[in-house]
């Protein structure tokens, strides 16, 4: 109606637009000043613009629905971007919708998915994950404090790829603020997305934003003497049992935690290790740059000379992942002990 003011409000009497102004016997759009977060009932109050009296409610209501959020930011909390061996990580959410839940998928992350030691054109997208680079630093590793991953597709239409696991018991009820959704124990880098989903919706969203967690070696590797004496000025050797694929291992005097000279081992991976998966990932097959990662399958126990010893010295071992540069000091030590004569 010409000459009448219409105003929307939702179902807590609270204002969604500004007046307008109607036009005789035409349709008028109202648009909602206010952002929706979830479902809302709204409706319309309308009163003459030569008035001073309060607006009045009209019959009919609608209920406005609102999707699931893609957009929302997914992120991982410091303490969780480099977690144990054998750990669990955590992924956070912001913003959350509180009539919506949010159920955690997770792949291991592929060779082809590291950018930080590659050259070439970038991917459109980049995870970062910032790390702590071992002190001292081994002269054959380079200063690289930032692991580069590429960002998985995220499909528009709500659909999770085969090669994600479900994780069970990740499903989380949103709040209206920030929401932890915990992953199940981990032994390998996770590259995470986050389905969203609402009751009474057809489809599902994905968040266009993934997250990676980072995994270190596992520190459980079992160490062992070639002989437990040797004679002064004889040359020791530490074993290393159940020795991880892609893991650097480097032989330190456990007292200042300095490198032995030359004690470095790798069990390499093997090239079906390396290619896992990656052209269900949506990712173009390329040189990866990690040759030196690649090779025969070796058998354990790898050796760690110690060089010639004087007096009994107790060793620690530093283990590094070869790709990420993410490291741990394996949890036991080894003493080799030098005899009197």
Known sequence: QAGVLYQLFDGADQPLSDPSQGLEGQVITIASTERLQEDTEVFVKAKRVDTDEPLERLNNSVTIRVRANPGLGVSVPPASQVVDYGAAGMIEIADSQASVTYRLYSFPAEELMYWQNRSGQLPAQLIDIPIDLPNPLPADLPNQPVVRLAHPPISEQGVIPAWYQQLSGSDTRGNGGVISLATPNLEADQVCVVLALKAGHQQPEVLRQAAAILVRPNAEVQLSARAATVDSGSEGEVLLNN???????????????????????????????????????????????VDLLVGPPAADPLSLPTGPLTSSTTFNVLAVNAQTLVWTQLASTLTIEVSAT
Request: no cysteine; proline share 6%; charged share 25%.
């Open 243 to 289: 020795s991880q694929p892609g893991v650097k291992y480097y032989l330190r005097r456990h007292e200042d935690n300095s490198l032995v000279p030359g004690a470095r081992q790798m069990r390499p991976k093997t090239s079906a290790q390396v290619q896992g998966s990656e052209v269900q990932h949506g990712l173009d097959r390329m040189k990866v740059g």
